[in-house]
């Protein structure tokens, strides 16, 4: 059996960038709180919690005072850096410069759109740390849009600006562009630059991993993907890779890996989301290793 890591999979820059941030301020800092948690894998949470960071959540932080606070690589609304003020409270800001670049993007255009009687929409998911803090630049006026119901809370007789969540399938986002641009036809009879405006924000850093994925799943008979379940990222880069193979299977970690998944002649390929911690993908490939030994060890 042969094994191998997908070299192009494991953390993107903001993420790896987060992670050194904080670890870096928990050698020099008492404590370090975490406004919600710094990358959507338990294990890695785990990990820095057990040296010592504090995750909290958004009431919790209204609570607190005269500390240092964490912000992870999906940025935060303005509100939250108001709170710091008012509470004494020391931002490590981690924001993926990205993502900062594209808020900046979102606020400029909601400006535009409430001089022009105009709607901001973004395409992502509800409540996602990500999308919360581009909301926050809107005054939580987007229309945050995930499915086609959601394209019901668009008005189309009104100019609409499109944005996408960083991390969304570039796929997704050309579906959802032109959806939006048959109901404006629909509403009023034609489609110009003054009523849409549709803005691919998608981090290419993520997105080029979906053609690398494709390639990858090809070139193995058995595709391991490893991700935390909360990764939004994680779902739609594994479903490119059981699209490509079936015998593609989601594990959070080694621990949920079958045996009979496998074959001793099999060519074996783990890869993961940009928040998939390479240690974890190394962790995973041993594990299926020595599943390998078991097969030559049987047939002697």
């Known amino acids: 059996m042969e094994v191998t890591i997908d070299k192009n999979s494991g953390y993107c820059f903001g993420?790896?960038?987060?992670?050194?941030?904080?670890?870096?301020?928990?050698?020099?800092?008492?404590?370090?709180?975490?406004?919600?948690?710094?990358?959507?894998?338990?294990?890695?949470?785990?990990?820095?919690?057990?040296?010592?960071?504090?995750?909290?959540?958004?009431?919790?932080?209204?609570?607190?005072?005269?500390?240092?606070?964490?912000?992870?690589?999906?940025?935060?609304?303005?509100?939250?850096?108001?709170?710091?003020?008012?509470?004494?409270?020391?931002?490590?800001?981690?924001?993926?410069?990205?993502?900062?670049?594209?808020?900046?993007?979102?606020?400029?255009?909601?400006?535009?759109?409430?001089?022009?009687?105009?709607?901001?929409?973004?395409?992502?998911?509800?409540?996602?740390?990500?999308?919360?803090?581009?909301?926050?630049?809107?005054?939580?006026?987007?229309?945050?849009?995930?499915?086609?119901?959601?394209?019901?809370?668009?008005?189309?007789?009104?100019?609409?600006?499109?944005?996408?969540?960083?991390?969304?399938?570039?796929?997704?986002?050309?579906?959802?562009?032109?959806?939006?641009?048959?109901?404006?036809r629909a509403a009023k009879g034609e489609l110009n630059e003054i009523d849409f405006s549709a803005n691919d924000s998608i981090c290419r850093q993520v997105s080029n991993r979906e053609p690398q994925l494709q390639r990858f799943s090809q070139e193995n008979d058995v595709v391991i993907f490893v991700s935390g379940k909360k990764s939004s990222n994680g779902k739609a880069l594994f479903q490119v890779c059981l699209s490509e193979n079936p015998r593609s299977y989601f594990v959070e970690n080694e621990t949920e890996i079958d045996p009979s998944w496998f074959t001793p002649q099999d060519k074996v390929g783990i890869c993961g989301a940009t928040s998939t911690p390479m240690w974890l993908m190394e962790q995973v490939m041993r594990h299926i290793m020595s599943i390998g030994e078991s097969f030559v060890l049987e047939e002697k």
């Open 15 to 184: 993420v790896e960038f987060a992670i050194k941030m904080a670890e870096d301020e928990m050698e020099v800092s008492d404590k370090l709180y975490c406004l919600g948690d710094i990358v959507h894998n338990d294990m890695e949470v785990k990990r820095l919690t057990d040296k010592g960071l504090v995750v909290i959540d958004r009431d919790q932080l209204q609570e607190l005072s005269d500390c240092k606070v964490l912000i992870r690589a999906h940025g935060e609304p303005p509100e939250t850096y108001r709170m710091a003020i008012e509470n004494n409270i020391e931002l490590i800001d981690a924001s993926c410069p990205v993502v900062l670049k594209l808020q900046h993007r979102v606020k400029t255009a909601f400006d535009k759109m409430e001089r022009e009687d105009g709607q901001i929409v973004i395409y992502g998911k509800k409540g996602h740390a990500e999308v919360i803090g581009l909301t926050g630049q809107t005054l939580e006026k987007a229309i945050v849009v995930m499915e086609d119901k959601d394209l019901d809370l668009i008005d189309y007789s009104k100019p609409v600006t499109l944005f996408s969540q960083t991390t969304k399938s570039t796929k997704g986002f050309y579906a959802l562009k032109d959806k939006i641009e048959e109901r404006i």
